[in-house]
Structure formats: structure tokens, C-alpha cells
């Protein structure tokens, strides 16, 4: 919480709105803590579970009333319902049952939405995202990205974003723009060394709001950079938007394609298309020899994507480059389009736009 004295003013201003059966939202036991940012508020009201509609005014009420006393912030409000374990007869703990279905919406003006997903950190995934969204512009195709990972927001620092993002007088995000592409993520909205503390309802409620009150105008593409795993925010995504698909990233070695496998049967599970596995860090090359290693092993993402039946995209190289670029916010498809490192990623957005036409 960057601001006690802003918190305090806003949990003052809830007092003025009156929750079911009587009472304001200030003394509701069910008012989460109060999170300010340099630019945002979040706060989340748990409910009782068949109750959410009723609250639904109030959500609306306590934006109202946060908005008010934290002028220029962005109010991040979610509704929580815990659902309590079916009673009698049914699957034992650990059964294997798919979550229960949302009905899915578009997001307005966006044609097409893909996941970026992988079954564990550290595989590069991120970068991946920027660059494979990158290379999907030269295929004519307008695109932007949404950084999803709210725990740890990678694609500011990948696009070189500064600053926070515009916000419009009826609290409207205008998304960052970075190489021709339009860009949001929490990232800029906090502090570098600030943690963001929600749980998994309230940071579904967020990214919902990132996805749905920014101003992406008309996108034929919207790369989604999913966190790693298979957590509340990949599912909830998948219930509530309308994805063309998903791709998995992972690297060679037999560890990340277990990780891997994990997110491909999430999406099996919630009948999300699998457009494509790509094997990141598949091999090096040595600047000085030419000479080839296997570092992490080799063809374990390929076999793997021929074994359950899903394209694969093709090998991203371990290169020095890749990652001294990403660091810098210059990625290389955009600041060095005819390396070769760069033709993998542009290879693999080439099979991926084919299979979004």
C-alpha cells in the first residue's frame, strides 16, 4: 500500500455505500484491504455465493466513490464468491473435472485473441510474445499485446514502455504504443520494487479490466503474455474471453515439457485451440566457430508437438543478442528484422497467421 492517507480517504468515502442488508461497505467485513498505487486503486468485496448480483450496484457504487476520492487513479474493483465443495455423492478430492464454464465474450474491436502460455518461468515466454507479435504485423495484420502476468509484468521492460498510461475522463485506458504495436500491463502502474499482493479472484478482476476498459481501437491480433502455470487468472481468461487459440512455449529439456504438457491439457480442458508449440533456446551457435550446440537437448518440443497432434512452430535460437535487446526494450524482430535470429520468429508468425486466416 504506497499511500496509507489515500487509503484511509477512499475507505471513508465507502462509508456512503450501503451493502445488502444494511450497513456501508467501510465496515463490511467482506472489504479487502484498500491497495493504492501511483496510479491505481484496488480493492475486492467477497460476498456470499449467489450474491453477486446483488452486489452488483454496489461494485458500481464503491468505483463511483474510490474514483472520487482518488482522482487520476485507475479503481480496480472486484467481486469474490468463494464456492464451497459440493455436499453427498460426487468426484473425490483431486478428480480431474474441468472448472465450470463462463459464457465467453469478444472484446470489442479486437477480431482475434491468442494465448501465449507456458507450463513454467524461466522459458522465455515473454519474449517470445513481443516478438512473435511483432512479427505478425508484416503479415498486414494490426496487433497488440496485453501483459497478463499482473505478479510479474515482463513486457514494459521488453518494449521499453515509461510512464503510466493515458487514461480518458470516463476512466478509459489509451494503451502504450511501441514498434507499431499497442501495449498495456500493469507494470507501469506500480512501483518497480512494490509486490502486488492479490489473490487469484482479484487479480482475474483486474486483468479483466485491463483487457476490456483500454481503447485498443480495431486489432486483427491481440497476443495475450499469460504468467506461467496453470493458475485463476489463465482460467478465468479462458471462461470469460473468446480466444482464436493458444501457443505453448517451452524449451527442450524434458523438465519444461512436463511443465508444458500441463498448460496443453488446461487448454484440452477448456477447449481452447492449440495453435502451435515453439521450443525456445533450442540451440546455440557460436559466435566465433559457427559450430552448433544442443545445449538443452534438441526435438523434445517438436516430438512432443507431433505426439498430441499440434503444430509445431519452430526452434527460437539460445542468442546473446535476443537477450541483450529484450533487456534494452529494443526486440530484435523490430530493431534487427533480417538477422537471423530474428527469422524464427518470423517463421513461426508466418504459421501462426496462416492458421488465423
Request: with cysteine; hydrophobic share 45%; proline share 9%.
Amino acid at each position: 500500500m504506497a499511500d496509507p492517507k489515500l487509503a484511509n480517504a477512499i475507505k471513508a468515502a465507502l462509508g456512503a455505500v450501503q451493502v445488502p442488508g444494511g450497513g456501508s461497505l467501510a465496515d463490511y467485513q467482506g472489504l479487502s484491504e484498500i491497495i493504492v498505487t501511483p496510479s491505481a486503486v484496488a480493492f475486492a468485496i467477497a460476498v456470499e455465493p449467489g450474491m453477486e448480483g446483488a452486489f452488483g450496484p454496489v461494485r458500481a457504487a464503491a468505483t463511483e466513490a474510490a474514483q472520487s476520492a482518488a482522482p487520476g487513479h485507475k479503481v480496480l474493483v472486484s467481486i469474490t464468491a468463494d464456492k464451497a465443495p459440493p455436499t453427498g455423492s460426487g468426484p473425490s478430492v483431486g478428480a480431474q473435472q474441468p472448472p465450470p464454464q463462463s459464457p465467453q465474450q469478444p472484446v470489442k474491436g479486437i477480431k482475434k485473441i491468442v494465448a501465449v502460455a507456458s507450463g513454467k518461468g524461466g522459458v522465455g515466454k515473454s519474449t517470445c510474445s513481443v516478438n512473435l507479435a511483432l512479427a505478425l504485423k508484416p503479415q498486414g495484420l494490426k496487433v497488440g499485446i496485453l501483459d497478463a502476468d499482473l505478479y510479474g509484468p515482463s513486457i514494459p521492460k521488453l518494449l521499453g514502455l515509461e510512464g503510466k498510461p493515458a487514461m480518458r475522463e470516463d476512466g478509459i485506458f489509451t494503451p502504450f504504443e511501441a514498434f507499431g504495436l499497442k501495449a498495456m500491463s500493469i507494470g507501469p502502474m506500480v512501483e518497480a520494487d512494490q509486490a502486488v499482493v492479490w489473490r487469484g479472484p482479484m487479480a482475474s478482476s483486474a486483468l479483466r479490466q485491463l483487457l476490456r476498459e483500454t481503447d485498443w481501437g480495431e486489432l486483427d491480433v491481440l497476443v495475450i503474455d499469460l504468467p506461467p502455470g496453470t493458475g485463476d487468472i489463465q482460467i478465468s481468461l479462458c471462461q470469460q474471453v473468446t480466444l482464436a487459440g493458444a501457443v505453448i512455449v517451452s524449451t527442450p529439456q524434458d523438465l519444461s515439457l512436463i511443465d508444458a504438457r500441463k498448460a496443453i491439457n488446461m487448454f484440452q480442458r477448456l477447449s481452447i485451440p492449440l495453435l502451435g508449440l515453439i521450443e525456445n533456446m533450442s540451440y546455440f551457435v557460436a559466435p566465433d566457430t559457427g559450430n552448433r550446440y544442443d545445449i538443452f537437448g534438441h526435438g523434445g518440443a517438436q516430438k512432443a508437438a507431433t505426439d498430441l497432434g499440434m503444430p509445431f512452430l519452430g526452434e527460437i535460437p539460445l542468442d546473446m543478442a535476443i537477450r541483450e535487446q529484450s533487456d534494452a526494450g529494443s526486440p530484435v524482430v523490430a530493431t534487427d528484422p533480417d538477422a537471423p535470429k530474428s527469422a524464427a520468429f518470423i517463421a513461426a508468425a508466418k504459421a501462426l497467421a496462416a492458421q488465423l486466416a
